[in-house]
C-alpha cells in the first residue's frame, strides 16, 4: 500500500514538475509564430468552407487570449489580497513577497503555494506561530479565489456561469488532477467557441 501511494505520489510530482518546465515553451513559441498557424491550418481546409475556418481559428485564438489575461486578473487581485494580508500579519518586505506570490501564481493551483515560501520563511524568522498565520492567509486567500474570484473573472471573460467553471475545475481535479485544473477552462471555451461555431454553419 505504502508503495502504491509512493507511485502516485511520483507520477503527480512528475506530471507537474513536466508541465511546469513544458508550458513556458510552448507559450514563448505560441507568441513567436502564432501569426503563422492559422495560415497554415487554413491551406487544410477546403475552399467552400474557408470563411468559416477562419472564423472558428479567429474565435478559438481570441478564447484563448482571454482566458490567458483573465488568469492574469486572477493572479493580481491575488497578489493584492496577499499584500494585504501580509500588511496585517506586519511582515516585513510585505510589497516584494506580494510581487513574488502574484507572479506565480499565474501557474495555476500549484503556483499559489511556491508563491508563499518566501513569506512562510519570513514569518518563520519572526516567529512559528506568524507562519502559521501566513499558512492561514494563504487558505482564506485562495478560499476567495476558487470560489469568488476565478468564477467572476473567467465566467465572466469567458461567458461562462461561475457555477460552470467551480464544477470544471471540480470534476477536471478529481479526473485528471494537476493537468486537468490546468488545462479545463480553456478547453471548456475552446470546444464551446467551436461547436457554436458549427451549429451556425450546420444550420
Known amino acids: 500500500v505504502l508503495s502504491d501511494h509512493a ?9 507537474i514538475v513536466t508541465v511546469l518546465l513544458i508550458v513556458p515553451f510552448i507559450v514563448f513559441y505560441f507568441l513567436k509564430d502564432g ?7 487554413l491551406k487544410h481546409i477546403p475552399a467552400n468552407v474557408e470563411d468559416e475556418g477562419n472564423r472558428i481559428l479567429r474565435d478559438v485564438d481570441k478564447t484563448l487570449s482571454t482566458y490567458i489575461v483573465g488568469q492574469f486578473t486572477v493572479a493580481i487581485v491575488d497578489g493584492i489580497l496577499m499584500y494585504i494580508g501580509y500588511l496585517i500579519i506586519g511582515l516585513e518586505n510585505a510589497l516584494i ?12 493551483f500549484l503556483g499559489p503555494f511556491l508563491g508563499t515560501i518566501p513569506a512562510i520563511i519570513s514569518g518563520l524568522l519572526i516567529s512559528p506561530f506568524t507562519a502559521f498565520k501566513v499558512l492561514i492567509l494563504l487558505v482564506i486567500v485562495q478560499q476567495l479565489e ?14 461562462i456561469h461561475p457555477l460552470t467553471v467551480i464544477l470544471l475545475l471540480l470534476v477536471a481535479g478529481s479526473l485528471y488532477g494537476f493537468i486537468g485544473i490546468l488545462i479545463a477552462i480553456p478547453t471548456y471555451s475552446v470546444v464551446k467557441v467551436v461547436l457554436k461555431n458549427f451549429i451556425k454553419f450546420y444550420k
Do not use: E, N
Open 35 to 41: 501569426h503563422k498557424l492559422r495560415p497554415f491550418l
Open 7 to 15: 507511485v502516485t505520489i511520483f507520477s503527480t510530482v512528475t506530471s
Open 97 to 108: 513577497l506580494a510581487i513574488f506570490a502574484t507572479l506565480l501564481t499565474v501557474v495555476p
Open 146 to 159: 476558487g470560489h469568488l474570484v476565478t468564477p467572476q473573472v473567467m465566467g465572466k471573460r469567458l461567458d
